[in-house]
């Protein structure tokens, strides 16, 4: 594909439930990066990887978020338990180096009812 | 921890008219900064970085090291130019993005 793919573009979930994102990134990019846009708000970093390295979860906030990447391709952002403060819109963007010019996804915008 | 301030939610002006987004950071090492826009209805994309101290699309910004300071500028802004944009920080892979002004430039 030409750019980083996210699926589903939106999910109403209820509270209490499970939701996982699906993130692919531009084939050959190494580093993937996960953050939460909530409403009025900036873009706030959840969990970075790289690589076959040890992932970056300085960013999730809590433990019902966690993520996983299979390589270097597809991740998959999991929150468990879904609270109505999870409402958001969730991106994902890629780059190869590890670095600032990231390419991002159109998002998953997340409502819990 | 760095920290990126954008103290404009929204900013609006006439087309023809000169524009300035500000954004402050603060941060104790040597960040690189970083303009971000996303246009309605497209993806978040990289507008310009300071390190390469290029204009695009007719906006600049510099790296005010004395005032922590990352302004973008446009002498005359145009229809086209209303988007959401972020400041971003990025130093030790610690990336760290601004709260974001929408600009929205009038006819």
């Known amino acids: 594909g030409a750019g980083v793919s996210q699926s589903p573009s939106n999910k109403v979930t209820e509270k209490g439930k499970d939701v996982e994102l699906r993130c692919d990134p531009i084939s050959g990019h190494t580093a993937l990066y996960w953050y939460r846009q909530r409403l009025g708000q900036g873009l706030e970093f959840l969990i970075y990887?790289?690589?076959?390295?040890?992932?970056?979860k300085s960013g999730l906030p809590s433990d019902r978020f966690s993520a996983e990447r299979t390589g270097e391709s597809v991740s998959t952002l999991t929150i468990q338990r879904t609270q109505q403060e999870d409402s958001a819109v969730y991106l994902c963007?890629?780059?190869?180096?590890?670095?600032?010019?990231?390419?991002f996804g159109p998002g998953t915008r997340l409502t819990v009812l | 921890a760095q920290r990126v301030t954008q103290p404009e939610k929204l900013l609006s002006v006439f087309k023809g008219a000169p524009v300035e987004l500000k954004c402050n950071y603060s941060y104790s090492g040597s960040p690189e900064l970083f303009w971000y826009v996303q246009y309605s209805r497209q993806r978040l994309q990289l507008l310009l970085r300071h390190i390469s101290r290029e204009s695009i699309k007719g906006f600049t910004a510099d790296l005010n090291k004395g005032e922590t300071s990352f302004h973008l500028k446009k002498p005359f802004a145009q229809e086209e130019d209303s988007a959401m944009y972020y400041c971003a920080s990025f130093d030790n892979n610690d990336m760290r993005f601004g709260a974001g002004t929408r600009l929205t430039v009038k006819p």
């Open positions: 963007a890629s780059s190869f180096p590890p670095g600032p010019q990231q390419f």
């Open positions: 990887f790289q690589g076959n390295s040890a992932p970056d």
